[in-house]
């Protein structure tokens, strides 16, 4: 009995192990032994499907260096254009169809051609959305911004599926057969990486806006760090060449994580709408600030013309104090008997400025071949006489003769009483010494021919064969201002008011228009055909009714119309007091170079490329120019 009984326990006990064990064997044989069973089993687990939704898996962008790929440079091939936009267009209309949220990272995502164009063809790309999108309403189909790697689509729930498809249709051929006429021819850019990081910190700070005023979150902070290291890796580097391999390799890194940055913030901003409207909203704010910084800098800009700067008034200041510390015998200019003849070279300049005067005389001295029979003339106020006085007494100009004249000593010419108050706020053109100009033969009654320089000019050559000009009867011989395409180039209706019947019937407005800076005047002529009593009569007229602008130049025009030849443009370039462009091949060969503008060469706001040929004439090793802090 008993010996039974434990045969059925041992029984029992042996199918509860086999039922155990069993299973367990053969579990770990199939996954480990068996290469069949492994491969089966893979298989199984393949077949397991999950949700794979595109705009889930991509919410939020991954910051792995392996994942983001610095951008590429696609060249542009004009036949995908028209495949693009109606794939861009299609997948607008299915946006509009389905009204998913944040169909835009779809569009940008599935087409990555569009988003990788370089800096040269971002521009017709432009270009070509507008053409192609101009038929829709701008508010009623999308706002377009087009940065560097990235496009923002947004279009109005309102527009019709069907009207879009078929103007797309009809505009389609028009732009590209626009763009294929109006394509840039390709250009090298050689400041890409920068533009591209200026990109990215612009569209970082256009996010920023988005966000409600003191929001902390994690991403505006992000954004914020990654800007101030996008600008410390930036520098002051303007293009490419600026940035050396080590700060190009870490600023490619930035961009990169920049780049993660803002593809967070595409996802977290889907409301294309609202992103719109914030942006016109950002643009207008913006606009606003750039005229009012326009009218600001201009404002300032003509303040600094108008001023004197602190250097040369310190000189003007000293040597007025040296002028008066001399005796008066000792005050005496060299060679003031040649100041009347009238077979030398007289050069006149009306000046209120130290050093202008003092390179206008060093440089015709300069290049002169026969300095002997060089004779200037300086007209200047009674506050700036005893300083221009004592700048040629320390600073003789050798063989050469200078005659300093005060306006204050032209008794004769209180009887004119012409100089009224002008309606200018600029010294340029409300000052006496402006106007002198008109008055030439009575300021020198022994004369016969004079050069007139503005204080502004440089001499480069020798300026004898001038003299030997043959004039034709003609009063004034200056270089002309009618050459269209010319920055010089005026008309006389610039500055003259045709619309009025008296000048209308007199003046012809295609008449060729000249320059003051260097002028030839025949005083023997000028006399002749009285010419000053012609200039005191449109200034009268001028006074009674709106015949011309404030200035010395209109007024010449009309005294001296018919009445001036034309000279070779080679014998005065102009605009180097505003122009930037001037052909540095024109400078060079020209006899005389014109500051004309409010950027006068002594000014800080003087343009620096033109300088150095009016500072070269300045001695700035001279002891009282090193103490008034005057420097190159």
Same mark, same amino acid.
């Given at each position: 009995?008993?010996?039974?009984?434990?045969?059925?326990?041992?029984?029992?006990?042996?199918?509860?192990?086999?039922?155990?064990?069993?299973?367990?064997?053969?579990?770990?044989?199939?996954?480990?032994?068996?290469?069949?069973?492994?491969?089966?089993?893979?298989?199984?687990?393949?077949?397991?499907?999950?949700?794979?939704?595109?705009?889930?898996?991509?919410?939020?962008?991954?910051?792995?260096?392996?994942?983001?790929?610095?951008?590429?440079?696609?060249?542009?091939?004009?036949? %995908?254009?028209?495949?693009?936009?109606?794939?861009?267009?299609?997948?607008?209309?299915?946006?509009?169809?389905?009204?998913?949220?944040?169909?835009?990272?779809?569009?940008?995502?599935?087409?990555?051609?569009?988003?990788?164009?370089?800096? %040269?063809?971002?521009? %017709?790309?432009?270009?070509?959305?507008?053409?192609?999108f101009s038929i829709v309403e701008d508010e009623n189909i999308f706002n377009t911004t087009v940065t560097h790697n990235r496009s923002m689509h947004t279009?109005?729930?309102?527009?019709?599926?069907?009207?879009?498809?078929?103007?797309?249709?009809?505009?389609?051929?028009?732009?590209?057969?626009?763009?294929?006429?109006?394509?840039?021819?390709?250009?090298?850019?050689?400041?890409q990486k920068v533009l591209e990081i200026k990109d990215q910190i612009i569209r970082a700070r256009a996010y920023l806006g988005f966000a409600s005023p003191?929001?902390?979150?994690?991403?505006?902070?992000?954004?914020?760090?990654?800007?101030?290291?996008?600008?410390?890796?930036?520098?002051t580097a303007t293009k490419d060449s600026d940035l050396s391999r080590s700060e190009v390799h870490s600023a490619l890194q930035k961009m990169r994580h920049?780049?993660?940055?803002?593809?967070?913030?595409?996802?977290?901003?889907?409301?294309?709408?609202?992103?719109?409207?914030?942006?016109?909203?950002?643009?207008?704010?913006?606009?606003?600030?750039?005229?009012?910084?326009?009218?600001?800098?201009?404002?300032?800009?003509?303040?600094?013309?108008?001023?004197?700067?602190?250097?040369?008034?310190?000189?003007?200041?000293?040597?007025?104090?040296?002028?008066?510390?001399?005796?008066?015998?000792?005050?005496?200019?060299?060679?003031?008997?040649?100041?009347?003849?009238?077979?030398?070279?007289?050069?006149?300049?009306?000046?209120?400025?130290?050093?202008?005067?003092?390179?206008?005389?060093?440089?015709?001295?300069?290049?002169?071949?026969?300095?002997?029979?060089?004779?200037?003339?300086?007209?200047?106020?009674?506050?700036?006489?005893?300083?221009?006085?004592?700048?040629?007494?320390?600073?003789?100009?050798?063989?050469?003769?200078?005659?300093?004249?005060?306006?204050?000593?032209?008794?004769?010419?209180?009887?004119?009483?012409?100089?009224?108050?002008?309606?200018?706020?600029?010294?340029?053109?409300?000052?006496?010494?402006?106007?002198?100009?008109?008055?030439?033969?009575?300021?020198?009654?022994?004369?016969?021919?004079?050069?007139?320089?503005?204080?502004?000019?440089?001499?480069?050559?020798?300026?004898?064969?001038?003299?030997?000009?043959?004039?034709?009867?003609?009063?004034?011989?200056?270089?002309?201002?009618?050459?269209?395409?010319?920055?010089?180039?005026?008309?006389?209706?610039?500055?003259?008011?045709?619309?009025?019947?008296?000048?209308?019937?007199?003046?012809?407005?295609?008449?060729?228009?000249?320059?003051?800076?260097?002028?030839?005047?025949?005083?023997?002529?000028?006399?002749?055909?009285?010419?000053?009593?012609?200039?005191?009569?449109?200034?009268?007229?001028?006074?009674?009714?709106?015949?011309?602008?404030?200035?010395?130049?209109?007024?010449?025009?009309?005294?001296?119309?018919?009445?001036?030849?034309?000279?070779?443009?080679?014998?005065?370039?102009?605009?180097?007091?505003?122009?930037?462009?001037?052909?540095?091949?024109?400078?060079?060969?020209?006899?005389?170079?014109?500051?004309?503008?409010?950027?006068?060469?002594?000014? %800080?706001?003087?343009?620096?490329?033109?300088?150095?040929?009016?500072?070269?004439?300045?001695?700035?090793?001279?002891?009282?120019?090193?103490?008034?802090?005057?420097?190159?």
């Amino acid at each position: 009995m008993k010996s039974s009984r434990w045969w059925q326990r041992t029984l029992i006990l042996a199918l509860l192990s086999v039922s155990v064990v069993a299973p367990v064997f053969l579990v770990y044989h199939r996954l480990n032994l068996s290469p069949y069973a492994r491969r089966e089993f893979q298989e199984d687990i393949s077949s397991v499907t999950f949700r794979t939704d595109p705009l889930q898996l991509n919410a939020i962008g991954q910051e792995g260096v392996e994942e983001l790929e610095e951008p590429k440079e696609v060249v542009y091939k004009e036949k %995908d254009f028209g495949s693009t936009n109606r794939f861009i267009q299609q997948n607008i209309n299915d946006c509009e169809k389905s009204k998913i949220q944040g169909c835009r990272n779809n569009i940008l995502e599935r087409n990555g051609w569009f988003s990788e164009f370089n800096q %040269d063809t971002r521009q %017709d790309l432009k270009a070509q959305q507008k053409e192609l999108f101009s038929i829709v309403e701008d508010e009623n189909i999308f706002n377009t911004t087009v940065t560097h790697n990235r496009s923002m689509h947004t279009h109005s729930q309102k527009t019709a599926d069907a009207n879009v498809e078929v103007k797309d249709k009809k505009s389609m051929p028009r732009a590209t057969q626009n763009h294929q006429s109006s394509r840039p021819q390709p250009r090298r850019v050689l400041n890409q990486k920068v533009l591209e990081i200026k990109d990215q910190i612009i569209r970082a700070r256009a996010y920023l806006g988005f966000a409600s005023p003191g929001s902390s979150s994690r991403l505006m902070k992000e954004l914020k760090l990654r800007i101030k290291e996008m600008e410390r890796a930036l520098g002051t580097a303007t293009k490419d060449s600026d940035l050396s391999r080590s700060e190009v390799h870490s600023a490619l890194q930035k961009m990169r994580h920049m780049e993660a940055s803002l593809s967070k913030a595409d996802h977290a901003f889907p409301d294309c709408t609202a992103m719109a409207t914030k942006l016109r909203a950002m643009n207008h704010k913006t606009e606003g600030e750039i005229r009012y910084q326009q009218r600001e800098t201009t404002y300032l800009v003509h303040l600094a013309a108008r001023t004197t700067p602190r250097g040369v008034h310190c000189l003007s200041m000293q040597l007025t104090a040296d002028y008066f510390a001399l005796r008066p015998e000792d005050r005496k200019l060299p060679n003031e008997n040649k100041i009347n003849d009238p077979k030398l070279h007289h050069y006149v300049v009306f000046s209120d400025n130290v050093l202008a005067c003092a390179v206008v005389v060093n440089s015709t001295i300069s290049n002169a071949k026969k300095q002997g029979k060089l004779v200037f003339h300086v007209v200047t106020n009674s506050l700036n006489f005893p300083a221009i006085w004592m700048w040629f007494l320390l600073n003789p100009p050798g063989k050469a003769t200078v005659h300093i004249q005060s306006i204050e000593n032209f008794e004769w010419l209180l009887k004119y009483n012409t100089f009224k108050e002008q309606n200018s706020s600029d010294p340029r053109f409300t000052s006496e010494l402006n106007y002198l100009r008109f008055y030439l033969p009575d300021i020198f009654p022994t004369l016969n021919k004079v050069v007139l320089f503005d204080h502004d000019v440089v001499v480069q050559q020798d300026l004898s064969r001038l003299w030997n000009v043959n004039m034709k009867g003609k009063v004034n011989a200056a270089v002309g201002t009618c050459q269209e395409g010319e920055t010089s180039f005026h008309r006389m209706d610039t500055f003259i008011n045709f619309s009025d019947p008296f000048i209308a019937n007199r003046f012809d407005v295609n008449a060729c228009t000249w320059a003051f800076g260097m002028n030839l005047f025949d005083l023997q002529q000028w006399r002749r055909q009285n010419l000053t009593a012609l200039y005191h009569s449109y200034l009268q007229m001028g006074s009674e009714r709106p015949l011309l602008k404030t200035g010395s130049l209109p007024l010449g025009w009309l005294t001296f119309y018919n009445k001036t030849m034309i000279l070779d443009k080679r014998w005065q370039i102009l605009g180097l007091g505003y122009d930037s462009d001037v052909d540095k091949n024109q400078i060079e060969w020209a006899a005389v170079i014109h500051f004309d503008g409010i950027r006068k060469p002594w000014l %800080d706001i003087a343009m620096g490329r033109y300088r150095s040929y009016w500072t070269k004439f300045v001695e700035f090793d001279h002891p009282i120019l090193q103490r008034c802090n005057l420097q190159a």
